[in-house]
């Protein structure tokens, strides 16, 4: 089984046991909060606002890692930002269900995420340096030549009847 096999397999049942967990969280969070008409997002604000950025940056650093097409020295960053952002909603939820469980969760994850930026900051910093060099890299035409549009069948067509 190859290197990527494994981190898909990886990530797969790590997205089981996340949607499970954030699904359960989720339900619990919709029993404590049943009848109070948008309360919890009143006394919530912030911590709701948090959340739904850091399910969609969970959610496009997951599609990243899935994709058969994207395979590139980035990959391991996206890897880890897919890991922080997953566990960090699930913190983000036990921090409106019990406050000082979700404090305590929130300071485990920071150090954490300490611990692993400190032990991967080498290939981190290797990964945003390949990503800015490919961002620099010349396009393949030169400033002089200009472009040319070029209308297709449809406009062609549409050209001749009017």
């Not at 989720?26 to 959340?51: D, P, T």
């Amino acid at each position: 089984m190859s290197r990527f096999e494994q981190e898909l397999r990886f990530f797969e049942q790590f997205l089981v046991v996340f949607g499970f967990s954030f699904s359960f969280l989720l339900a619990l969070i919709g029993l404590k909060y049943q009848n109070s008409n948008g309360a919890l997002f009143h006394e919530h604000r912030v911590i709701m606002v948090l959340l739904i950025i850091d399910v969609c940056t969970g959610t496009i650093a997951l599609a990243m890692v899935t994709l058969p097409t994207f395979r590139n020295s980035s990959l391991f960053l996206f890897e880890i930002v897919c890991l922080i952002s997953e566990v960090f909603a699930c913190d983000l939820l036990l921090l409106i269900l019990v406050p000082p469980f979700g404090v305590f969760m929130f300071i485990i994850c920071a150090f954490g995420l300490v611990y692993i930026l400190y032990g991967t900051y080498p290939k981190i910093l290797n990964s945003c340096q390949e990503i800015l060099k490919s961002m620099r890299q010349e396009p393949s035409q030169t400033p002089n030549e200009s472009l040319v549009l070029t209308p297709n069948e449809t406009e062609i067509q549409m050209a001749e009847v009017a």
